[in-house]
């Protein structure tokens, strides 16, 4: 069972969509792993649980993972990453650099990208590697 329901929609047309629109999907998708892997592995109150998390969710980090990630990526992943990072926002990033903040927006892309495209195995598969990476 599928927790959440996806209009049925073709590889042509998400590929078609902005690498920005994978990646505000690909940064809930990612969030919300990490909010349950912490809730599963720790025994952390909320605001320690929020604390835990930003570790893995701040820009810096995403861009950080996303360089480890590198030699385990597909060409396709590897184009879907190009396309995230290239992308032009209008975002001034906060506490990251601004190159920080473009990896770690090709990083949501590639996760929103899986999540979207149905690719569950691989889209897991890439998410354990993070965790295996960090601890």
């Excluded at 990526?73 to 879907?80: D, G, K, P």
């Excluded at 990083?107 to 929103?112: N, P, W």
């Amino acid at each position: 069972m599928k927790l959440f329901h996806i209009d049925e929609k073709t590889k042509e047309e998400i590929n078609q969509m902005s690498p920005l629109t994978w990646a505000y999907i690909g940064d809930g998708v990612y969030e919300l792993y990490i909010r349950t892997y912490l809730i599963n592995k720790t025994r952390l109150k909320p605001h320690k649980l929020h604390i835990e998390a930003i570790k893995y969710v701040k820009a810096k980090a995403q861009a950080e993972i996303l360089k480890k990630l590198d030699s385990i990526l597909t060409l396709e992943e590897q184009e879907i990453v190009r396309r995230g990072r290239n992308t032009q926002t209008h975002h001034i990033a906060k506490n990251a650099s601004m190159q920080e903040y473009m990896y770690s927006t090709a990083f949501e892309a590639l996760i929103g990208y899986l999540y979207l495209t149905g690719q569950e195995e691989r889209l897991i598969t890439i998410l354990e590697a993070i965790l295996d990476e960090t601890n």
